[in-house]
Nanobody, 129 residues
Framework: QVQLVESGGGLVQAGGSLRVSCAAS????????MGWFRQAPGKEREFVAA????????YYSDSVKGRFTISRDNAKNTVYLQMNSLKPEDTAVYYC??????????????????????WGQGTQVTVSS
């Protein structure tokens, strides 16, 4: 099992940058893919980015592609989301998630919430206009 704790959220002006982090504990962390999701009040949780175990393969939603970068440091059990050129519509609680089992993978598995068995508590990111 994996425990995840996000940090680094805060208030930033439009056009600014912010990096959120996800510290993980648990033996399976470095063996699985990791993802970032976000959720605004009253909205459904949506996929943001994902990264393979090796860190060599990444996936992004169209809304953040070219602006956000996901990375991981398995030695530190940490996943990062670097957010640049932030927009007010990026305002949300950002959640880190860890893949439960590779056997659950299907088509576009990386963007499906049910791919991930473990979730952090979330960190608030607010972008002012």
């Amino acid at each position: 099992q994996v425990q995840l704790v996000e940090s680094g959220g805060g208030l930033v002006q439009a056009g600014g940058s912010l990096r959120v982090s996800c510290a993980a504990s648990g033996r399976t962390f470095s063996s699985d893919a990791m993802g970032w999701f976000r959720q605004a009040p009253g909205k459904e949780r949506e996929f943001v980015a994902a990264i393979s175990w090796s860190g060599l393969i990444t996936y992004y939603s169209d809304s953040v592609k070219g602006r956000f970068t996901i990375s991981r440091d398995n030695a530190k059990n940490t996943v990062y989301l670097q957010m640049n050129s932030l927009k007010p519509e990026d305002t949300a609680v950002y959640y880190c998630a860890a893949e439960g089992s590779r056997k659950n993978r299907g088509s576009s598995w990386y963007l499906a919430m049910n791919t991930y068995a473990y979730w952090g508590q979330g960190t608030q990111v607010t972008v002012s206009s």
